[in-house]
């Protein structure tokens, strides 16, 4: 099971990767601009500056605020497939079930963990692209 997790994070990871230098960095770069250009306003009082350095990172903490959403439904999805592998692996056990029996309810679980982490990865490329139009709507 740990290989499936490995693999779903690895995709993952790729997919995250690329919206961050695709999208992230740019949108990095134009905060950073902007708050370049609130420093050298000088006539700005320090209310004023620090509404203006707000106003410069709001636009990159609402679309981290957004991937954060996201990752957590990727996970959260996962984590439901394997929870119901569990519920129906739990229910085909019972107190006087063989060694053998029992091995073959572990095997099953195992492959349906396995269908999720599939399953998942499977999602990972339409994830992308949502998010990434997602993005250049913010």
Not at 2 to 8: A, L
Not at 82 to 94: E, F, H, I, P
Not at 99 to 123: H, I, P, R, S, Y
């Amino acid at each position: 099971m740990d290989v499936i997790g490995e693999r779903v994070q690895n995709e993952a990871t790729k997919m995250f990767n690329g919206i961050e230098k695709d999208v992230l960095r740019k949108m990095m770069k134009g905060m950073h601009t902007c708050s370049a250009k609130c420093c050298d306003n000088t006539s700005l009082s320090s209310n004023e500056f620090q509404r203006c350095l707000e106003t410069c990172s709001e636009p990159l903490m609402r679309v981290n605020n957004y991937l954060d959403q996201e990752v957590k439904n990727f996970q959260n999805r996962l984590n439901r497939c394997a929870m119901d592998c569990q519920d129906v692996s739990r229910d085909k056990l019972t107190a006087n079930m063989s060694a053998t029996d029992q091995l073959k309810v572990k095997q099953e679980f195992e492959t349906c963990v396995g269908k999720c982490g599939d399953e998942t990865v499977k999602k990972i490329p339409e994830l992308d692209k949502r998010l990434r139009e997602s993005l250049k709507q913010m």
